[in-house]
């Protein structure tokens, strides 16, 4: 693979997949944008990267919704192109449905779901008009099935998928492709970050997070399934036996689940 003179932007850059994505593209000499509200993360990012002149950084807020326009200006405004956008920027949770309040379910919402929407809404113009673009999307096993301890979060990534169905049916013939990559438990930082019933930071790594696939090598999958313009992938490791259960033993899995260990 190639990306001479292709550009990418990558959401949620300053740790985790977004990190390992940005460092595998940065191999294969494109110009790479990367986004996320920790700019000091953001830097550490770009130091592991190869090619850095071809490396710039937008610091974005995926809760600050009225910024979108702008930042997609500043974003094109860098190479004079982007040829794919990857929206990897989210959030997770780890709490129970009743002990949840209402405000932890609209955070989640509003930075996985509304916060996606909104930056490929701002940028979707430039690529209908260009007849050309691919958007690629971060969802999870969760945007699939639901499971214990995660309700705001598998409710928000499942409404991504609903979302970029259309847009890919919409736009087929505007040139524009649309690739939903599903992670399983991969090995970041994501269980500690997660929001608690209340909406504080965990700060609790999961064992099923810790024993997952790395970051690199879910990278270097993705960076495949956009490569071979794949409308869906899942990755991981046998959790994703997880969605054939579903769909062909609905029953089972229903039973399955409720005992699942997902921490």
Same mark, same amino acid.
């Given at each position: $693979?190639?990306?001479?003179?292709?550009?990418?932007?990558?959401?949620?850059?300053? #740790?985790?997949?977004?990190?390992?994505?940005?460092?595998?593209?940065?191999?294969? %000499?494109?110009?790479?944008?990367? #986004?996320?509200?920790?700019?000091?993360?953001?830097?550490?990012?770009?130091?592991?990267? #190869?090619?850095?002149?071809?490396?710039?950084?937008?610091?974005?807020?995926?809760?600050?919704?009225?910024?979108?326009?702008?930042?997609?200006?500043?974003?094109?405004?860098?190479?004079?192109?982007?040829?794919?956008?990857?929206?990897?920027?989210?959030?997770?949770?780890?709490?129970?449905?009743?002990?949840?309040?209402?405000?932890?379910?609209?955070?989640?919402?509003?930075?996985?779901?509304?916060?996606?929407?909104?930056?490929?809404?701002?940028?979707?113009?430039?690529?209908?008009?260009?007849?050309?673009?691919?958007?690629?999307?971060?969802?999870?096993?969760?945007?699939?099935?639901?499971?214990?301890?995660?309700?705001?979060?598998?409710?928000?990534?499942?409404?991504?998928?609903?979302?970029?169905?259309?847009?890919?049916?919409?736009?087929?013939?505007?040139?524009?492709?649309?690739?939903?990559?599903?992670?399983?438990?991969? %090995?970041?930082?994501?269980?500690?970050?997660?929001?608690?019933?209340?909406? %504080?930071?965990?700060?609790? $790594?999961?064992?099923?997070?810790?024993?997952?696939?790395?970051?690199?090598?879910?990278?270097?999958?993705?960076?495949?399934?956009?490569?071979?313009?794949?409308?869906?992938?899942?990755?991981?490791?046998?959790?994703?036996?997880?969605?054939?259960?579903?769909?062909?033993?609905?029953?089972?899995?229903?039973?399955?689940?409720?005992?699942? %260990?997902?921490?």
């Amino acid at each position: $693979m190639d990306y001479t003179d292709k550009t990418i932007w990558i959401t949620g850059a300053s #740790s985790g997949i977004g990190r390992a994505l940005a460092i595998e593209y940065s191999t294969l %000499n494109g110009n790479l944008i990367l #986004s996320a509200r920790n700019e000091k993360a953001l830097e550490e990012t770009k130091e592991l990267c #190869s090619n850095k002149k071809n490396i710039k950084i937008l610091i974005l807020d995926l809760a600050d919704h009225e910024s979108f326009s702008q930042k997609a200006e500043e974003a094109k405004a860098f190479f004079n192109d982007i040829d794919i956008l990857i929206n990897n920027g989210g959030i997770s949770q780890r709490s129970l449905v009743n002990e949840t309040i209402l405000s932890v379910d609209k955070k989640l919402f509003d930075i996985n779901y509304f916060g996606t929407i909104g930056l490929t809404k701002a940028l979707l113009p430039y690529f209908i008009n260009r007849k050309a673009g691919h958007i690629a999307v971060t969802s999870s096993l969760t945007g699939k099935f639901g499971t214990p301890l995660r309700s705001s979060y598998a409710a928000s990534k499942h409404a991504l998928h609903g979302f970029f169905d259309s847009l890919r049916a919409e736009h087929h013939d505007d040139g524009i492709n649309v690739t939903i990559v599903c992670p399983g438990f991969i %090995n970041t930082n994501v269980s500690i970050n997660a929001l608690d019933e209340n909406g %504080n930071k965990r700060e609790i $790594m999961d064992n099923a997070t810790k024993n997952g696939l790395s970051a690199n090598v879910m990278a270097q999958k993705y960076i495949k399934a956009i490569h071979k313009n794949k409308q869906e992938v899942w990755i991981g490791k046998k959790e994703r036996i997880g969605v054939y259960i579903k769909r062909f033993f609905p029953i089972l899995f229903s039973n399955m689940i409720r005992k699942a %260990n997902v921490t």
